[in-house]
Every structure is written in C-alpha cells, then in structure tokens.
C-alpha cells in the first residue's frame, strides 16, 4: 500500500462520523429549509411546490421590510455603541495597564459575563428599566422624577442597551487581541518619527487595529441582527426583530413555508456580512516584519 | 563497508513544483553524509522523504536490501533529529529518550538502563527527570539526539539540527556530534544550508540545487576540484568570471573583466572556443602593491576598494575593470602591514595560472 | 467590581518621545491628566455598565418584599426557600444538566475528530465541510433551531429533550473545532512526526502525544460548550417537546411576570458559572510550560 493511500485511509476513520454528522444534521437541514421555502400553505397544512409566492409576500407586504429595516438599524446601533465602549477600554489594557495581573483581571472582568446565563443578563434590564425599576425609584427618590416613567423600557432604546450589555465582550475580545498584536516597536518608531501619541493613535495603531474592530463589529452584528429574545423581554410594539416575526411562523402564525423564506433571507444576509468582513480583514491583516 | 542506503530515481512533486528531481544516491554503512543546498533545494524534502514523512512522485529508497518507499516512519528503523528538537512537552527528558522504546513494547525493566546508557553518552545522566522546557538549546538539542539513538536505528536523520543554536554552542555541538558518530558507529545522514558546517562535519557532502544533485564528493574535493560554477561559489568563496579562450605562443589566455591571464589546467586545451566560466579562489591569488613599476606574474591591474578584517586573514576587494576580485591574505608572521596597500591604491592581483579552474558554463553538472 | 488599577501600572510617563519635548511642561501634565481621565471614566462606566445588572439581580433575590423596586424592603431568604419547593423549576434545571451534558460529550466526539481532520489532513471538500461545521457559530441559533425542526417532522421524530440534545450539539460543535483547532495549529507537526519516526501507531501517536498535548483545549471548550447549552434558547425553544429546560422555564415564567424568584435562581447561576470558570482556569492551565 501505497504512502499517500495509508494516510487517506486513516484520515478517512477520523472524518467518518464527523462528515455523517455535518452532513445529517447542518447539510441536510439547510438544504430542506431552502426547499421549504418554496412551499405552499394550505391550511391546515403546507404542500409541496416551486413557486416564489412567500418570496413575493415579503417585498410586497411593507412590514416585512420594515422590520429588516429595523433589525440592521438596531443591529448597527449596537455595534456602534459597543465599539465606542469596547475599543477605549481594550486600548487601555493594552497600552496603559502595566502589571499582567490588573491586565488579566480587567480582561477577565469583560468575559466573565459572557458565563452567566444570556436570559438572565438581559432579565436584569427588564427589572431595572421597568416602571417598577431601579432607575424609576432611583429617579423618584431623588427627586429627578415626580412620578415612575415608562419611558425607559418597551421601546428600542432598551433594547440597543440591553443588546448592547450582552454582546460587548464579543467586541472587546478581538480589538484587545488585535491591538496586543501590534509590535511595540511600530508605536515606539512612529513617536521617534516625531509623531504625537494622537497622530501615532490615528495614523499607526488604529489602522493596525481595523481588523480587530470588523471582527469585533460583525460578531455583535450578526448576533444581535438574530436575536428574539431582547425585543421579547425589552421591546415594544415596535421593538419587533426579524427573529421574532420567524418565531411567530413557527408557532401562532403558523406559516413555516414563509417562516423559512424570512430566514433564508437572514441567512443570506448575515453570510454576505461575514464574507465581506471576511475580505475586509484579509485586507487590513498583514505580517508584522 | 556496505551500502545501507539506496535512493533511485526518487522525485518528489508539490503541484507543479518539483522537489526533488529524479535523485540517484547511495550511502555506505557509517558515513556521515551531508545534504548541502540553499533553501528550497529539496535537501529537506529528501531527507523527509527517507524518514517516511513525505512519499515519494515516484522512484525507490532501499534501506538495507529492503524497499521502504511506502513504508510509514513507523516501521522503518530510521531515526530522525528535527530542526525544532520536537521534544514532547509533557514529557521528562527520561521518558522522551524511553519513548521509542515503550512505544514499541519494550519491558520497563529494559528500558531504565537503556535510557541511562544513551543519556550518560550524551552527558545528560542527571537530567533524566527535568522538564524539556527547563533545559538549555544545547542540552536539548542531546537529549533529541538520545531520543533518536536510543532505538540504533540504521541511519539516524537530522535537519538543521544546529541552526537554533547561537554560533559558539554550535561549534562545540560540531565536534560533539562529530564525536558522538564516531562513538556510536552508525550511519548519519544530515541536511544544513551552512558550509562551512558541511565542511567540517561529514564524510561526504551531496550538493544540491534546484532538486537535483549538483555534485558528490568528499570536503577537498568539492572545495579543490568543484564540479561547476555553482558548487564553487556555494562552498567557499570563487572570483568568477566569463570568456572565451584564446592560444598564442603556446601558451592559452582568458580575459577577466578585459584584462588577460594566462590559464594552464588540463581541462584547457588550446582549441579556441566560446565563452565559458573561469574562476579561481580568493586565497590563491596574491595581492601585490604597484609602486609605479611593474611586477613579474600573471597579473590584473585594478584598484583596491576596501580591505575586510577577518581575525585570521584579511579579504581585499580590489575593482578590475567591471568587476571586483577578492584576494585573500593570511594574517601570520610574515605579514607586514606597512607593505600591505591602502584603501584607493592602485594594486595587482597576481594568481597562478595553474589554479585558474574552468566551469560549464551551466551550475548543473 | 471596583476599579482595582492604582496609578502605577498606568504609564502616566508618555513624555519620553521627541514629539512631546515641543510642549511646554505644563501643558503636557494637563494632556497626560486628560487622557487618563478619559480612561479611567471609560473603564470605570465599563464595568459599571457590565456588573451593576449582574449585583441588581443578586441584591433583589435577597428582597424580602415581592416588588423590585429601590429601595429594597428588607432582607430574607424566602425566595430561596421557595425556589427549592419548586418541583417544576426542579426537573427543569435537572433537564438542562442532563442535556448539556449529553451534547458536551457529542460535540466532543465530533468537534475533535473534526478539527484533527482540519487541521492533519487533506480531503475533497474540506472547504465546504470547514464552511458548514463552522457555520453555527456565526449564524443566528434560531435558523439552526426551525431547520432541525422541519427536518425532525418530515421524518416523523417527536420533539423530546433529545432532540434538543442534537440541536445543541449541532451548533455548539463549532465551539469545540474553534478551540481544538486553534490549539492543534500552535502544536508543532513535528511532535506527531517525531512519535512515527520512534515506532508509534497512529493511535499511540494520538493517545500519547497529540491528546496531552490539547487537552487543556479540550476541557476548556468542554466547559464553554456545557455553558452555552446550559444557557440554549432559540434552539431549545424550537426543538423542545414537553420537557423544559431551565432557561425554557424561567422564560415562560417571565411571560407571566417578574418575580424575585428568578432572581434568586439567577444569583444561584452566578455563582455556578463562578465555580465552572475557576474551573477552567486551573483545568485549563498549562503547567508543560513552554515547548521542548
């Protein structure tokens, strides 16, 4: 037997299971999600067909629309706010803190949320936000407020913060890693040059960094844009997100033909992102000499 | 001695690109043999090739009468030192050195001592339970050594096994592993892209370039008598150059960098004939100061442009016509540095005609 | 958590480069106290922002009134005491055990094989198999949830916390070939190499070098992935027949209203998520050192 052929055969016992499973249980799934979404409902149950009606109902009926338009908004927003709070702190870590272990306890202090239960941490909003809330009776006691106001939950504004709360590290994560990864010696020389620590800031690291800050902006995008749960406890009548209007498909609605369309129009959607996050890292991602 | 190692015909291709190119070898039973080449050679490629960690395009490797071309590493009695050592981390140096050993079933009884005997040969018997990562690079680059001896294969492999280590450890390990090959008799096969290394080390040197074996031969050899132009400018330093070759008077000329010199060597015959390659070494020639006559030889008038101190000689770069020849002058007694020229003299470059060696014009032999 | 930085780790010295010897001494102390104010105020509304819902949810378990409202009425542990006399919340958290622990083994099973696969070989399609196995890291839960759930009623297959089982291991599988594989690609070939070339089996090779090796990686993914199943819903929520799990509990409770009750299993989670990372870290640590 030939080298190359012993190895293709031991591979090929390390791949079996593995190759089944990917195949039977994301393959074949994904595939049956794409065909049902060009099924027909007929009540009380869906038939199989080829047509593009449920893709039609989602460019004519405009509130399919509006709530994709509202999912990237709001996923956008979180993404913003949480780079704005994410990249001064990695920046701090990296380059003010000195002593490795305030450095890996401040680390550690934006992960360690991500091991308490997600339901729970946007939960906590709920109670905090609401007109029985903290804020609320903080406000009253103090005297900003005469009376509790609902102004603080059911409406987006809630739900950017409590999204914004339960993906940060998410964003953190890959700018400290990113801006750890930037020699010393790069900074050290642009200062030399006679740049300032601002034009050194502007021109040198947060280039360096930009792969840090996609990475970081296409993961709390992409699990925001998915998420049905925060617009669930946090959200208003408005608060509607396109994993939401999917959920009621699959359950009082009952339309999955339409249901998997809406989310093979997600997939499609976040895929496109993270390709082109992709192509916008392989861009910015060079070696350091 | 016999052969312990037959390669034939063995190519090796990644894609397009080829590695090794259709290479013929054999190696005697204890030498130690060197594979020589710049990188990407396909020095290592044969070397991994022979350990079983690459197959082969196509062609044969005979270890000891036996076809062990698709043989795994496993099951060849070939032991290999790798470049990074691949000391297993979670492992004592104890129980890296016994690996092979109880991999393959060995009592725990025998193993003990066995792996006391090899890491009291390279003077490692009180490191048996440190921690690799505790060890200094010489020291681990011993206890590699061990690990890949422990089991006498017939032929022990190493890659680059010196060139993580700074330059003095490097030649004290030189003399070391010169040593150790001389204690435990077995047959070394090491690959390195120094050659000075290569020089110093083995027995035999196989240079390799572009996938191919450029030329065989023992150290003097391949440094007296180089088979190519290649092989001359890889091992030591050549002041080569192109031209034609020319007969008057009995006596045959080359022009170097336009000025003639006379070339005698038995390659030559008086036939005028095309361009080819001359070169002669820095140390044959001799540097000589104009002091307005002059002097008798077989001389190259040029102008000397920097003198670089070497410790034991000295190399002068002297401008002649286009080109820059190197004149290499041994620092001992009889030098006189009031005599040597200066920086911008004019100066000569006297060099014997028999030590002028013609080339094919081509570096593949 | 209180800002634990004293002004010695910070460099409050940036004035060693050229460019700033141009600026007058003065102005250059009040640059120095600008920037670090503007980050000790980001770092301090940071953790601020991040640990005062986690201390709010723990505070209010110990509420001894029904509201949640501040100030709190005073201190009791009756919402303790009533979380323990709740059988349903009860099997609920034993269902979540039960299930996270069976899809941590299967994504092990899979998740490393599959990233050895990645990593070691070379096969037709392993840029599609990468694709796909990775694929559920990034996409929302809630595809991976109504794709199975499709699948599992074309061929007939009642919802049970067994199909949750698989739902979780199918999308937490990419957690474990993330972590392996990143581990796998700093383990140097040549340790598998050196292990052939001393007379090893493919099997010893792997039992003996090549899982010591990851296995820091393994138990840490192990841990993350029994985290994250723990805590499933958009899978769950699709995938789930009668049975709930805790998560699916305390979310059909909070459709009925807040309770502290559910802070009081929130706090409870805190501190076991505390006890799993203190884990980790010491399971996870690497005591081998640098490499040989």
Known sequence: MRLATRNRLSSGGVLSLPLVW???????????????????????????????????????????????????????????????????????????VKRPGVKLVLYMAVVLPLWVSYLLRAYTWKTILGTQGILNSF???????????????????????????????????????????????????????????????????????????????????CLSFGDFIAPFLVGGPDGMMIANVIATQFGAALNWPLGSALALVMLVIVLTIITLSDRLQGVGRGKYA | MSEVIRIENLRKEFGDVIGVADVSLSIERGEYVTLLGPSGCGK????RMIGGFEAPTSGTIWLDGEDV?????????????????????????????????????????????????????????????TSPAELSGGQRQRVALARAIVRHPKVLLLDEPLSALDANLREQMQVELRNLHNKVGLTFIMVTHDQSEALVMSDRVVVMRDGRVSQTGDPVSLYDAPANSYVADFIGATNLFASPVKASNGKIFVSCFGQELEIDHPAVDGVPAAERLFGFRPEKAR??????????????????????YHGAMIRSVVVVGEGRILVDTLLDDTFDPARHAGTGDEVFVDIDPHKIMPFARDGAS | MTMGVSTDTVDTQMGRAPARRRGSATARRAETWASNAFFYGMVGFVLAFLYIPIAVLIAFSFNSSRSLSWPMTGVSLEWYARLLANEDLLEALWNSVYVAAAATALTLIIG?????????????????????????????????????????????????????????????????????????????????????????????????????????????????????????????????????????????????????????????????????????????????????
């Open chain 1, 139 to 221: 406000l009253v006691s103090t005297g900003i407020l005469s009376e509790p106001s609902s102004v603080f939950l059911y409406n987006q504004t809630a739900m950017v913060v409590t999204l914004t709360y339960v993906f940060i590290p998410f964003m953190v994560m890959p700018i400290y890693a990113a801006l750890e990864k930037i020699p010393g010696s790069l900074t050290e020389a642009s200062r030399d040059l006679g740049m300032s620590a601002i034009q050194t800031f502007v021109r040198v690291t947060l280039p360096l960094s930009m792969p840090g800050v996609i990475a970081g902006f296409t993961m709390t995008f």
């Open chain 2, 287 to 308: 540097l000589v100061r104009a002091n307005g006559s002059v002097p008798q030889g077989n001389l190259l008038k040029g102008r000397l442009e920097n003198v670089l």
């Open chain 3, 112 to 292: 490393v094989p599959a990233a050895l696969a990645l990593d070691r070989f070379d096969f037709p399609g392993k840029g599609l198999f990468r694709k796909l196995v990775l694929l559920p890291i990034a996409l929302p839960g809630i595809i991976t949830g109504i794709s199975m759930l499709i699948m599992f009623r074309m061929i007939g297959f009642n919802l049970s916390l067994e199909t949750v089982i698989l739902g979780h291991a199918t999308a937490l599988v990419s957690v474990v070939v993330t972590q392996v594989f990143a581990r796998l690609q700093r383990l140097p070939r040549s340790y598998e190499e050196a292990s052939a070339d001393l007379g090893a089996s493919g099997l010893q090779t792997f039992f003996l070098v090549t899982l010591p090796n990851i296995r820091t990686a393994i138990i840490g993914a192990a841990l993350l992935s029994f985290t994250l199943s723990f805590d499933e819903i958009p899978v769950t929520f699709f995938l789930t027949g009668r049975d709930n799990t805790l998560p699916m509990y305390i979310w059909s409770t909070l459709r009925r209203g807040l309770t502290p009750e559910i802070n009081a299993v929130g706090a409870l989670i805190v501190v076991f998520s505390i006890v799993l990372i203190t884990l980790s870290v010491v399971l996870t640590r690497d005591k081998s050192g640098k490499r040989g």
């Open chain 2, 69 to 129: 071309t698709d043989l795994p590493p496993n099951q060849r009695a070939v032991n290999m030192v790798f470049q990074d050592y691949a000391l297993f981390p979670h492992m004592t140096v104890g129980q890296n050195v016994g690996y092979g050993l109880r991999v393959s079933g060995t009592p725990r009884a025998e193993i003990k001592p066995r792996v006391a005997e090899t890491l009291s040969l390279v003077g490692l018997t009180d490191k048996a339970d």
């Open chain 1, 22 to 96: 990917t195949f039977l249980f994301l393959f074949i799934p994904y595939a049956i999600l794409f065909i049902y979404s060009f099924w027909e409902k007929k009540f009380p149950t869906f038939v199989p067909a080829f047509q593009f009606g449920n893709y039609l109902e989602l460019m004519v009926d405009p509130q399919y629309v509006r709530v994709l338009l509202r999912t990237i908004k709001i996923a956008g927003l979180v993404s913003l706010l949480s780079l704005l709070l994410a990249y001064p702190y990695a920046y701090f870590l990296v380059h003010k």
């Open chain 2, 44 to 47: 290592s490629t044969l070397l």
